[in-house]
């Protein structure tokens, strides 16, 4: 009927769509209007009063009074976003969360509010959040608001963790172990081999503990990984540098402290706590190292127990986490750890929300697995071509970001339902008292006292020490010397005194290498050298004396007997 | 009597050697009597009309003993060094002191003095 109508009446067809399009007939009179010249009924009077209605509205837009954007139809959910530009609320299905929400927004544009305002919404509903803030320890102060909703909020420094990420107790060991060694391999950047050399290292422990049996209640942590790397012999030197290096300086650090238990807390128990983590004064890869073992321990956990299309029982978000998100990127051509956690958490009924300031150095794959997406005021001509372009705006609307985006208003797009048009919302300003300072946070730990956890304490005192300190003498024991040096000591002491050339010869070795060997022993008091002119010209001999360290280490070489 | 390795295991048994080799009659630690008191000589060497007291220094400090041990034995002084460094640091302290007119006295290094012997012991 609609159609036999109005194409006799073309402009006045297009006045309608652009009436529609901007809310112009959502009060009594224009639906009454609408209804009517939807039943083809048209006469001066009413094509007067609709067209009074869109000129003026096409006035003030051509003034720029009026955003290129439709009024949302976004009215149904528990989630609300705040207020559209016809005071309209827009809402949400929290299930929608599922999908992974993107919010990007330069510094002062309102983000931090805007998570202060969903997150204590997700909360009332049932769902647990999890909050990281990379830098700032601004979040913590929605705990009293969670409070009031019933809801413990607890807050949780880095270096608070009891955390173990060999650790798989109600997962499957074999996959929990390929997922740490891939983390470990990625964020300590290891050479080729070495990943394998980490692998074979987790196996023996794992054997070791009886996991693969089992029969294990306690797990080894990484600390037993870096010995075991340094106590077997016959790795490869340049690969076992590296995971020395690397590892050690990552467990050296006081966060690092944190990972020394057996048995740590479990991201499968934790996950039925709203926890805020707060990741400052931490390197970046015990950011990653803490927050992707726990987060993947949670969806291989989830989909071990064969859960699909789950409700929303967790919430997500990465506060300030451009760096983060930016330190995923990896030059071998993989998927970053986080794009892959976003492309699988639907199902398994957790809401991965990252919030940054530039859409810079988040990968593509990130972005497509971000069915929210949500801009507010950006810094960067290209942030807003990619990002406007991705949400599905037309030039105007990008100008109109560009031109008139405030703090705490925001341009929304969501890629679930039939709507999916971009949007602009405003979100109110919170004023939250600061009430939660670190004495009340470290208070609030306690209720994680009751998660099982064991200590591993014989690395209380652990430290790493660097590899060339094997040179020193040792107190006691068999000296950490080489088959070569030991044969080299050996003929010293059996034939004492003799110009140094000719030890190179007993033993077999280049005359280059026999200085390096002497040096090393002069060094390190096993040998003392004596110089005489043994010819009428050139350099004097050296003649080399035995000291007791030497012929300690030869008699114990020897059984405990002499040389 | 207390030697160091590089004196008494070193220097002092290969310059015997060589003298044993050309048949001389050596004698390690030899006492010799210096006014009223025991003392030894690193090396004793006779062969045919030669008397020689060797002795192996690292440094000028003893060189007054070895004169008086030389002395008593009415031997020739053959002082042994490893180096020519500490041979001219003694040369400067032998010329300091009063020696007897009839002491020969030889302050070599090791070589030069392996050398030495050997023209001796043809």
């Known amino acids: 009927m609609k159609s036999q109508t109005h194409n006799n009446h073309s402009p006045l067809l297009a006045d309608m769509v652009y009436g529609v399009k901007h809310g112009l007939f959502e009060d009594d009179l224009g639906r009454s209007l609408h209804q009517v010249w939807s039943l083809g009924v048209s006469d001066e009077l009413i094509d007067g009063m609709i067209k009074a209605r869109v000129r003026?509205?096409?006035?003030?837009?051509?003034?720029?009074?009026?955003p290129p954007f439709q009024k949302s139809h976004l009215d149904n959910g528990e989630v609300v976003w705040g207020k559209g530009l016809w005071n309209e609320v827009i809402r949400q299905p929290a299930q929608d969360l599922c999908s992974g929400m993107g919010v990007f927004s330069g510094t002062g544009g309102g983000k931090s509010n805007l998570l202060s305002f969903i997150a204590p919404q997700i909360a009332a509903r049932g769902a647990n959040v999890w909050l990281a803030e990379m830098y700032k320890t601004?979040?913590?102060?929605?705990?009293?608001?969670?409070?009031?909703?019933g809801k413990d909020l607890v807050v949780l420094r880095a270096d608070g963790w009891k955390y173990n990420p060999l650790y798989a107790e109600c997962r499957d060991p074999h996959v929990h172990l390929l997922m740490v060694v891939d983390l470990l391999d990625r964020i300590l950047d290891l050479p080729l081999r070495a990943r394998s050399i980490l692998l074979q290292g987790c196996h023996e422990l794992y054997r070791k503990f009886g996991v693969w049996d089992g029969k294990s209640k306690t797990f080894p942590c990484l600390f037993d990984l870096f010995e075991w790397v340094r106590s077997t012999p016959g790795l490869n030197p340049q690969s076992r540098d590296a995971i020395l290096d690397r590892l050690g300086a990552l467990l050296a650090s006081r966060a690092g402290r944190c990972m020394a238990y057996r048995v740590g807390w479990n991201p499968v128990d934790l996950q039925r706590f709203s926890v805020i983590f707060e990741m400052r004064d931490v390197s970046e890869q015990i950011k990653q190292l803490l927050l992707e073992t726990c987060l993947y321990s949670i969806f291989q956990y989830e989909y071990q127990r064969g859960v699909v299309n789950a409700p929303l029982s967790l919430f997500?978000?990465?506060?300030?986490?451009?760096?983060?998100?930016?330190?995923?990127?990896?030059?071998?051509?993989?998927?970053?750890?986080i794009a892959e956690l976003a492309a699988v958490e639907r199902g398994s009924g957790k809401a991965l929300c990252i919030l940054g300031q530039t859409t810079h150095g988040i990968s593509r794959p990130l972005m497509a697995n971000l069915t929210t997406k949500i801009m507010g005021r950006l810094g960067t001509h290209e942030d807003?071509?990619?990002?406007?372009?991705?949400?599905?705006?037309?030039?105007?609307?990008?100008?109109?970001?560009?031109?008139?985006?405030?703090?705490g208003t925001f341009i929304g797009q969501t890629s679930i339902g039939n709507w999916r048009e971009p949007f602009v919302f405003r979100v109110p300003h919170l004023n939250i008292p600061v009430t939660v300072d670190d004495q009340a946070a470290a208070e609030s730990l306690k209720a994680l006292d009751g998660l099982p956890t064991e200590r591993a304490s014989e690395f209380?005192?652990?430290?790493?020490?660097p590899i060339v300190e094997v040179r020193e003498v040792p107190a006691s024991g068999v000296p950490p010397l080489s088959e070569v040096e030991l044969r080299y000591l050996k003929s010293v002491v059996q034939n004492p005194g003799k110009p140094s050339g000719l030890y190179a010869r007993l033993v077999g070795i280049s005359g280059k290498r026999a200085v390096e060997i002497r040096t090393q022993f002069v060094a390190s008091g096993y040998l003392r050298e004596h110089k005489a002119a043994t010819g009428k010209r050139g350099r004097h001999s050296i003649f080399l004396e035995p000291l007791p360290p030497a012929l300690e280490a030869v008699a114990k070489l020897n059984g405990g007997g002499l040389p | 009597m207390s030697q160091g390795f590089f004196h008494g295991h070193v220097l002092v048994p290969s310059l015997e050697r060589v003298c044993l080799s050309r048949g001389a009659d050596v004698r390690r630690e030899h006492p010799v009597r210096v006014d009223?008191?025991?003392?030894?000589v690193d090396l004793y060497i006779r062969y045919r009309g030669w008397r020689i007291a060797c002795e192996v220094e690292n440094c000028a400090n003893r060189v007054r003993h070895d004169i008086a041990k030389a002395s008593a034995l009415q031997a020739t002084l053959l002082i042994v060094t490893p180096d020519g460094t500490t041979a001219r640091a003694i040369r400067r302290k032998m010329r300091t002191l009063k020696k007897p007119k009839e002491l020969q006295i030889w302050i070599l290094s090791y070589c030069p003095a392996l050398q030495r012997l050997g023209e001796i012991m043809i």
């Not at chain 1, 003026?56 to 009026?66: I, L, P, R």
Request: proline share 2%; charged share 20%; net charge positive.
């Open chain 1, 56 to 66: 003026s509205c096409q006035v003030q837009e051509a003034f720029g009074h009026v």
């Open chain 1, 138 to 149: 601004q979040l913590r102060q929605l705990r009293p608001v969670f409070q009031r909703l």
């Open chain 1, 316 to 337: 997500i978000a990465f506060e300030d986490s451009q760096r983060f998100l930016s330190s995923n990127q990896q030059t071998k051509g993989e998927i970053t750890p």
């Open chain 1, 384 to 407: 807003y071509q990619t990002l406007g372009a991705d949400m599905g705006m037309d030039a105007a609307q990008i100008v109109w970001a560009m031109k008139n985006l405030k703090a």
């Open chain 1, 460 to 465: 209380d005192h652990w430290e790493m020490r």
């Open chain 2, 36 to 40: 009223g008191h025991i003392r030894f």
